[in-house]
């Protein structure tokens, strides 16, 4: 939680967080996020925040993986029935 809280720093914002559900195999991440930052400099920036490395270097670091995937905007709008049609 107190990460996540860095996020406002550089302009970026958490648009999903959810855990895998309690009968789901181990193998499979426990936690999911899908965060939106501005650029991918603000992403490092967020990585190298000073506040982040002193939580990381007192709780340790929780994730066993991280997967960074950069997304098309999406097709979607949240609270949209169907996805724009430009073609």
Known sequence: EAVLALLPRYGATALARARRRRDQPDALPAELQILHFPSRDAYHEFLDDPDRRALLDRFGDVFTER???????????VGRSQPDDDT
């Open 67 to 77: 997967i960074v995937v950069e997304l098309e905007p999406p097709l979607l709008d």
